[in-house]
């Protein structure tokens, strides 16, 4: 029999890494105005100039998420039962997606439209035209698909995640806490770097060619294969103390290595085609995939090894920005594309403008966070249970 290794105090520094992940999108989504990257609205500055940077969190972003994520779930799942498990997850995630794709993002794809496509129609006659899914907006990089979520993505994701691990606990039953001991027991040492980075090389090896990303759910078999590794790693791995401490021991050598891993990918992205050696297989291309996915492994491993050392603690900012932080990430995209479409015509200098962005982004996104906490109605469309929002009115920081 498999000694027990879990605990069941809160880990609090993962609440942490959650809120840390969700601010790194939004400046992540600023630069985005700024890069050449396809995106809703583009900057007149738009330039290469700060891609590498916007490179140092592409890797692991998500995928830290996706793994806290799992680690939140596992938790609920193991104080509800199936049933209402699954209907807090719910509700939780499928009303704010529903209205977010009927409120919140729409304005980010009317001024795709207006920018790209040239719509020259009003929000009103746009709406129509979003609620009848309508194809015809379209540009050099293709055609917007409509009604969307957009950055919502990550919402129908984790729901259908949500509803797979409460099958696999039910169909493993006591044998899913003994997986995650066992897990626990093999990832130490050489194997916590190896292991995990060696899995999520070989699905970006099998498929990210095969299926590139498209968020789009039904498609998207590589992002569903990475992203749902690491939030099932996360619900098993939830409780096992070691295994996090396994990361705060060897949390420099984990970050040395992520960046070290930023650098060769910085290489290889900017090497050009006609120059790589030839081989009798394409072992480049493989070589690329798991360096990639060994800086993803080590920048997610550093991430929660240096806030298991620095930030296992609560506070009534750690409760108040827990709350805080899911309605931020639902409203924040649509804030940057706005104050950017509004903001071109200054012609502002772009570190200023991005400044600019970002604390009227930050801002505003707190303002309506304090309104919605405050009227019940509104809760719901946010993923905000109604006695945790009670709970947080005398503790929320002043």
């Not at 890494?17 to 995106?39: N, Q």
């Not at 738009?46 to 972003?61: D, G, T, V, Y």
């Not at 938790?75 to 039962?81: C, D």
Request: glycine share 6%; net charge positive.
């Amino acid at each position: 029999m498999l000694t027990n290794h879990h605990d069941d105090s809160r880990q609090f520094f993962l609440d942490w890494v959650r809120i840390f992940a969700f601010f790194v999108l939004i400046f992540y989504h600023v630069g985005m105005y700024y890069v050449t990257w396809d995106w809703h609205v583009k900057s007149v500055h738009a330039s290469n100039a700060i891609e590498p940077l916007m490179k140092l969190s592409s890797p692991w972003r998500l995928g830290l998420l996706f793994l806290v994520s799992g680690v939140a779930s596992s938790w609920m799942l193991n104080k509800l039962s199936i049933g209402r498990f699954i209907r807090q997850r719910s509700a939780r995630l499928l009303i704010p997606l529903i209205f977010g794709m009927l409120v919140v993002t729409p304005p980010q794809a009317f001024i795709e439209a207006v920018e790209q496509a040239g719509y020259q129609g009003n929000y009103f006659d746009f709406m129509k035209l979003y609620l009848q899914a309508y194809h015809g907006f379209c540009d050099k990089d293709g055609c917007l698909d409509l009604p969307t979520w957009n950055h919502l993505w990550f919402v129908p994701y984790l729901w259908i995640y949500s509803l797979l691990l409460a099958g696999i606990s039910l169909g493993l039953g006591k044998h899913f806490e003994s997986l995650g001991n066992f897990l626990a027991k093999h990832l130490n040492g050489w194997k916590l770097f190896v292991l995990p980075a060696l899995l999520l090389g070989l699905i970006r090896i099998l498929l990210a060619n095969r299926f590139p990303t498209t968020h789009d759910l039904v498609n998207d078999w590589f992002n569903h294969a990475n992203s749902f590794s690491l939030f099932l790693l996360g619900a098993l791995l939830a409780r096992q103390t070691e295994f996090w401490q396994g990361f705060n021991t060897a949390r420099w050598t984990l970050l040395g290595t992520a960046l070290a891993c930023w650098a060769l990918v910085l290489i290889f992205d900017a090497w050009p085609d006609d120059r790589w050696p030839a081989t009798p297989f394409p072992v480049w291309s493989k070589l690329y995939h798991l360096i990639y996915s060994l800086c993803q492994w080590s920048a997610i491993g550093a991430a929660c090894g240096f806030a298991h050392k620095h930030l296992q603690f609560d506070s009534p900012k750690r409760r108040y920005l827990t709350q805080a932080v899911f309605p931020l990430y639902i409203l924040h995209q649509t804030f940057i594309v706005v104050f950017a479409y509004v903001l071109k015509p200054a012609s502002l200098a772009p570190g200023i403008e991005a400044i600019v962005l970002i604390v009227l982004t930050i801002t505003s996104s707190f303002a309506v966070f304090e309104i919605v906490r405050r009227i019940p109605a509104l809760q719901p469309m946010f993923g905000l249970r109604a006695d945790k929002v009670l709970a947080l009115q005398s503790t929320a920081p002043h």
